[in-house]
């Protein structure tokens, strides 16, 4: 059983960034895949980016590349989401999940979730 949790979340301004954090606990996350979501209001959740643990590859939705990074340390079991020139469209609940094996990029095929860290973008 995987638990994670989310922080990091929180009110900013358009343009500024912010970097979001999910600590991973109660099983190790080798040949695991960690992936960040996050659901507006009103909308579906969307898939962000994932990262493979084991070796740290990194995908990420067409519409992240180059405004988002995810990132792990090994070390201490967490997951990183940084974002950059965030906009209003950004503002959304931000949530980490885990898998078993490769990335994915479809919310129902990852097995845990966090409880969400919202973000917030004012203009």
């Known amino acids: 059983q995987v638990q994670l949790v989310e922080s990091g979340g929180g009110l900013v301004q358009a343009g500024g960034s912010l970097k979001l954090s999910c600590a991973a606990s109660?099983?190790?996350?080798?040949?695991?895949?960690v992936g960040w979501f996050r659901q507006a209001p009103g909308k579906e959740r969307e898939f962000v980016a994932s990262?493979?643990?084991?070796?740290?590859?990194?995908y990420y939705a067409d519409s992240c590349k180059g405004r988002f990074t995810i990132s792990r340390d090994s070390a201490k079991n967490t997951i990183y989401l940084q974002i950059i020139m965030l906009s209003p469209e950004d503002t959304a609940v931000y949530y980490c999940?885990?898998?078993?094996?490769?990335?994915?990029?479809?919310?129902?095929?990852?097995?845990?979730w966090g409880q969400g860290t919202r973000v917030t973008v004012s203009s």
């Open positions: 109660g099983h190790t996350l080798r040949g695991y895949s």
């Open positions: 999940a885990a898998r078993p094996g490769a990335v994915a990029t479809r919310p129902q095929h990852y097995d845990y």
């Open positions: 990262i493979e643990w084991t070796g740290g590859s990194a």
